[in-house]
């Protein structure tokens, strides 16, 4: 999903270099300025251009994803989320898969015991995280359904 008011990749490395400064940027990616700087260049305005290092990581995860690498795809953006304190959710709302709000609270639990036993049995992260997405998922088809009932009894 594109977003129009999207910042391009360049425009995020010069807002980068506008916060952490360009020795800043250098000592992360190990990189020189000037290869920095082509980073940040506007493509449409002509002149020395080079993909940022950020949308290299962009098209490692859409592959991943294209292939069904989704949970490393997924574990990826997790890691580089969670630091600045974030957590990342699907864009679409979750489909429910029951015809009834009774019946899709049900299937929450199931994922959530599986979480609990993941957790007590001291799991590895990673699965921790992905019986977690499958929870918030699941519980998200509920909260989805009630929502579109809802809205049909108002009509």
Known sequence: M???????????MGDAKAILGIHGLERIFQIGHKQLYKQMRNPDLGGEHARP???RVRVLIRELEEVGGCDTAHAILQFMSL???YTCVPVTQAEPTCTSVEAECLEDYPTLVQLHEA??????????QTLLDK???EVRQSVTLYEQQGDREKT
């Not at 999207?6 to 425009?11: A, E, L, Q």
């Not at 957790?119 to 921790?128: C, E, F, H, P």
């Open 2 to 12: 594109v977003n129009q008011h999207t910042i391009p990749d360049w425009g995020l």
């Open 53 to 55: 290092v950020i949308d």
């Open 83 to 85: 630091p600045a304190g």
């Open 119 to 128: 957790i007590t049995n001291g799991q590895d992260m990673r699965a921790v």
């Open 135 to 137: 929870h918030v998922d």
